[in-house]
């Protein structure tokens, strides 16, 4: 589902570009929510995964 969602923000986007979010959201997003029925996937929790890879990512 969030593949299908992604796709539908692509089109005119640079192909640089949709390489790049695509190759974040599998390391920095999927994991998190793996296999989590679309039900239970909110924005809060969005929301905190996108923060923990933010202050993660500003460790370095």
Not at 15 to 18: E, G, R, S, T, W
Not at 46 to 51: E, N, S
Not at 55 to 59: G, R
């Given at each position: 589902?969030?593949?299908r969602w992604f796709e539908g923000l692509t089109p005119n986007k640079s192909?640089?570009?949709?390489k790049t979010i695509l190759k974040r959201l599998e390391a920095d997003v999927f994991p998190y929510i793996g296999r989590m029925p679309?039900?239970?996937i909110?924005?809060?929790l969005?929301?905190?995964?996108?923060?923990a890879e933010w202050?993660?990512?500003?460790?370095i």
């Open positions: 589902m969030a593949l192909p640089d570009h949709v679309m039900g239970e909110t924005a809060p969005l929301i905190t995964i996108v923060h202050w993660s990512a500003a460790a």
